[in-house]
Structures are given as structure tokens and as C-alpha cells.
């Protein structure tokens, strides 16, 4: 079946420090596509960065990273240099299949990040 | 990018009454959309894929008399949750893909008293 898995619930990180959110997913499907979103307290989803499972490259977008780990199933999201403005919570999603069809995305329970002064 | 909007952003209704919730794609076509339901501090929970065109898909456990969807167009879906009681009271959610990206609405905070 597919999963993903987010197995903190809530992290404290210091402000400028580095922070990594673990996800780990299963499935079965040689094609697949793995999603960060963060949800602030306002509630909206916001896209944060996209690693397609034939991307040699680890996805980067600003201050993001995706530490792509096929062999081991884990695509964590690395944010450097963190701000206050990325308290939030962040989600990881995966969705399986290539076809037009298959939008239709699987999402991990999420991190509460809490960024301290 | 692409944008998908929701109305309202938030509702109060009494318990009994039915509230509509409108999503919609302003800047593109979505053949499909899904809407999401979130309690605090939980994960999103698919409650069904709307299609254009054709009936809705449900989610297991989802009550298709009660949560009305209706996809009109290729820019408009809308959730429609009939005889709203409290345990109804709920963020919901709905996205629409383009190519291999969902885009999400802002959501709509629904409260029945």
C-alpha cells in the first residue's frame, strides 16, 4: 500500500540554523513524484518543491533541498539559513504513475516547524 | 503559475442548514479537482475527485448525500455540505492539477452552530 511517513511531529529549530524535515514513503510503482508543501497558521498550501523518482539531481529551489535517497525511499526537505516566517507546518506528499490520470496525491501526517528567535 | 480560488473563505451556519463552497481555477482549465477536508493539526483527507462532466468519486467513508459536488465547467467545482450539524465544522480544501502539480484554493473554514 502506498504511505508516506512523517515521524516528527514537531520540531524547534533556531533561528539561521539548518533544519531537515524527514519523509520516508513506500510504493511500488517505478514512477512517482514526491511534493513539500507548507501550510501557515492562515491555512493555504503552499507548493515548496517537486522530485520527479528519475530526477538523477537532488531538487533545489532557494533555500529548499530535497535530499532525494531512492535506494532508501527518504526524500527529506532540507531549508537553510531558516527565518521565523518558516514556522509553519510542512507536509510531504507523494503522488505514483506518469498518466494524466494519476493526480491524486498521498500525504504524510506532517511537522509542526517552529522557528525560535 | 496557475491559481485556484475558493468562496467563501469562511462560514458560520446554523446546524440544519446546507452551506455551498465554490472552487475555482481562474487562470486554467481542470478536468478534475479534488476537495480536501483538514482538522486541526491533522494531515489533509481526500473526500472525493470531482470530475467535469461526470459524477464525483468518493473516498471511503464519505457520505455522498451529504457532501454534494457538483463540477460544472471546466473552471468551476463546488462542495455543497447538506444538513450541516457541528461535527461538519471543518477546514476544507480543494486543488486542481495542471500538468504534474496540484494548485490549491485557500481554503474555507466552515463552523456550524
Known amino acids: 500500500a502506498q504511505k508516506i511517513t512523517q515521524t516528527q511531529p514537531g520540531m524547534f529549530v533556531q533561528e539561521k540554523e539548518a533544519v531537515t524535515l524527514d519523509c520516508t514513503y513506500d510504493?511500488?510503482?517505478?514512477?512517482?513524484?514526491l511534493f513539500w508543501y507548507k501550510q501557515p497558521s492562515s491555512g493555504e498550501m503552499i507548493f515548496l518543491i517537486y522530485q520527479g523518482s528519475y530526477d538523477e539531481q537532488n531538487a533545489t529551489e532557494g533555500r529548499y533541498s530535497l535530499n532525494f535517497q531512492k535506494a532508501r525511499k527518504s526524500a527529506n526537505l532540507v531549508i537553510s539559513a531558516s527565518q521565523l516566517g518558516d514556522s509553519a507546518m510542512y507536509f510531504c506528499a507523494m503522488r505514483e504513475g506518469t498518466a494524466r490520470s494519476n493526480y491524486q496525491l498521498i500525504w504524510g501526517a506532517g511537522t509542526k516547524l517552529i522557528i525560535k528567535p | 503559475g496557475a491559481v485556484v480560488s475558493q468562496h467563501p473563505s469562511w462560514v458560520i451556519c446554523k446546524s440544519g442548514t446546507s452551506v455551498k463552497i465554490e472552487c475555482r481555477s481562474l487562470?486554467?482549465?481542470?478536468?478534475?479537482m479534488f476537495w480536501y477536508r483538514q482538522f486541526p493539526k491533522q494531515s489533509l483527507m481526500l473526500m472525493a475527485t470531482?470530475?467535469?462532466?461526470?459524477?464525483?468519486?468518493?473516498e471511503q467513508g464519505v457520505e455522498k448525500d451529504k457532501f454534494l459536488i457538483n463540477h460544472a465547467s471546466l473552471t468551476l467545482s463546488t462542495l455543497t455540505v447538506t444538513s450541516a450539524h457541528p461535527e461538519d465544522s471543518s477546514f476544507y480544501i480543494c486543488?486542481?492539477?495542471?500538468?504534474?502539480?496540484?494548485?490549491f484554493g485557500p481554503g474555507t473554514r466552515l463552523t456550524v452552530t
Open positions: 486543488s486542481a492539477p495542471k500538468a504534474y502539480e496540484q494548485y
Open positions: 510504493t511500488s510503482d517505478q514512477s512517482y513524484g
Open positions: 487562470d486554467f482549465q481542470a478536468t478534475t
Open positions: 470531482s470530475n467535469e462532466g461526470s459524477k464525483a468519486t468518493y
